[in-house]
């Protein structure tokens, strides 16, 4: 995971540098980083940070993955501070407001905070695919900490990522990839439309550990990183 990190690092200071379009790769430096399995080389992320910020001290991408770094950090404080000059500077981006709603949850911050931003984010995009995908991950990553408002308010972004087949199946598999799966359908999935998978999730990750599967069958295993 050091290698990925390293490339990733080493092609944002290429685009920085050159004054590129940095929001493009910010979306894919924060795939990365905001996996927990990369906390390990937090340093390596941070460093990467710095150096945005210290090219482009008045970008939202470089201040945002700073709060990004500040929530696998545990800095609920620091997840403030970055999206406070964030959202000022682009109040009515839905994306930034569910940026910031994940970046809280993932420091451990499911206070006032967090609803104003589930509100927002919902408000500005309530059909936006992205945003509510990136909401829905809050509700099944963090269910056992939401309370019943939060709960109810992410319920609505869960179904209708559901109910979007492209991003429904992209939900089924990070989902699996965490092994959340029981979580995710005791909680939402089964009274959602998904009983279904949720009935044969646990048949097929069994099924990536025998000897012979196709093909087809082991890259969706190779993805899902449950090969013997």
Not at 100 to 113: E, S, T
Request: charged fraction near 20%.
């Amino acid at each position: 995971m050091g290698g990925i990190l390293r490339w990733l690092a080493a092609v944002l200071a290429v685009v920085l540098i050159a004054g590129g379009a940095a929001e493009s790769l910010s979306g894919l430096y924060y795939s990365a980083a905001h996996h927990s399995r990369l906390a390990k080389d937090l340093p390596r992320v941070e460093a990467a940070a710095a150096m945005a910020e210290q090219m482009l001290p008045v970008s939202k991408q470089a201040l945002a993955l700073t709060g990004r770094i500040a929530a696998l950090k545990g800095d609920s404080q620091g997840v403030l501070t970055a999206y406070g000059v964030v959202l000022q500077q682009a109040p009515t981006d839905a994306f930034r407001w569910a940026e910031f709603a994940q970046a809280l949850a993932v420091a451990g911050d499911f206070g006032r905070q967090l609803t104003q931003a589930i509100t927002q984010a919902q408000r500005l995009a309530p059909n936006s695919t992205g945003v509510n995908a990136a909401l829905a991950r809050i509700a099944w990553r963090h269910a056992e900490r939401l309370d019943g408002a939060q709960r109810a308010s992410l319920e609505v972004s869960m179904q209708k990522t559901l109910n979007y087949k492209p991003e429904r199946y992209k939900l089924f598999e990070v989902v699996a990839r965490a092994r959340r799966h029981h979580v995710f359908c005791e909680e939402f999935g089964v009274r959602m439309g998904a009983k279904s998978w949720c009935g044969r999730i646990d048949r097929e990750l069994a099924h990536c550990l025998k000897k012979k599967i196709r093909p087809a069958e082991r890259r969706w295993c190779q993805r899902l990183e449950v090969l013997p």
